[in-house]
């Protein structure tokens, strides 16, 4: 299984950006997540959709600004990233589990990882 996070790039505050997980090997069947790391932070999940029901769970400070979908035809994840702040700069991560952790945005346990695509917010 392979994940490839893309759509990273620059955005000034109050702007939008669009990143995308193209899954391979597997499906989107299963619980997918976006994390993000900030430098000399730790690792915190974002937003994760179920793979059962559908249902998206999000970290308190993205909620209303950011909205995780999933296309089962194209096998891809989104993360549409609306309104972002500096606090939004990290790199972003998508991975896939089993289901979605008991801490909204992340997963129970993560299974496969994508490589990254880092997020910069700067004016």
């Known amino acids: 299984v392979q994940l490839q996070a893309s759509g990273g790039g620059s955005v000034q505050p109050g702007g939008s950006l669009t990143l995308t997980c193209t899954v391979s090997?597997?499906?989107?069947?299963?619980?997918m997540s976006w994390y993000r790391q900030a430098p000399g932070k730790e690792r915190e999940g974002v937003s994760c959709?179920?793979?059962?029901?559908?249902?998206?769970y999000y970290r308190d400070s993205v909620k209303g600004r950011f909205t995780i979908s999933k296309d089962n035809v194209k096998n891809t994840v989104l993360l549409q990233m609306n309104s972002v702040n500096s606090d939004d700069t990290a790199k972003y991560y998508c991975?896939?589990?089993?289901?979605?952790?008991?801490?909204?945005?992340?997963?129970?346990?993560?299974?496969?990882w994508g490589q990254g695509t880092q997020v910069t917010v700067s004016s």
């Open positions: 991975a896939t589990g089993p289901s979605c952790g008991s801490i909204p945005g992340t997963l129970y346990v993560a299974h496969y």
């Open positions: 090997g597997s499906t989107v069947s299963e619980a």
């Open positions: 959709i179920s793979g059962i029901n559908g249902l998206t």
